[in-house]
Nanobody, 124 residues
């Protein structure tokens, strides 16, 4: 059974930091692209970051570039999203996702798998 379990969300003040974790199981971690998308109430889903587990290549949306960092611990089958300089507009439910084809499919089209999501709320 494929599982992507997110953790690390919460409430933080603007300018603060959070680190999200995504623990993956049930598929061959090294063969996949793992990333994050978010969805705020009334807004479309936004793919914000992705990493190729096999070669470490990363992708960031312009909205988070320079503030968020994605990384992976392949020994633990876990991907992290370090979020710094958070803004109120970062408030959303953050979902971990996995896709076997590419980061573009993961962030723009529709990933093979995704988790249940974790809420991130940034207050002013």
């Amino acid at each position: 059974e494929v599982q992507l379990v997110e953790s690390g969300g919460g409430l933080v003040q603007a300018g603060g930091s959070l680190r999200l974790s995504c623990a993956a199981s049930g598929f061959t971690f090294d063969d996949y692209y793992i990333g994050w998308f978010r969805q705020a109430p009334g807004k479309e889903r936004e793919g914000i970051s992705c990493i190729s587990i096999s070669d470490g290549m990363t992708y960031y949306a312009d909205s988070v570039k320079g503030r968020f960092t994605i990384s992976s611990d392949n020994a633990k089958n876990t991907v992290y999203l370090q979020m710094n300089m958070l803004k109120p507009e970062d408030t959303a439910v953050y979902y971990c996702a996995a896709d076997s084809i590419s980061c573009q499919v993961l962030t723009v089209v529709y990933p093979d798998y995704w988790g249940q999501g974790t809420q991130v709320t940034v207050s002013t």
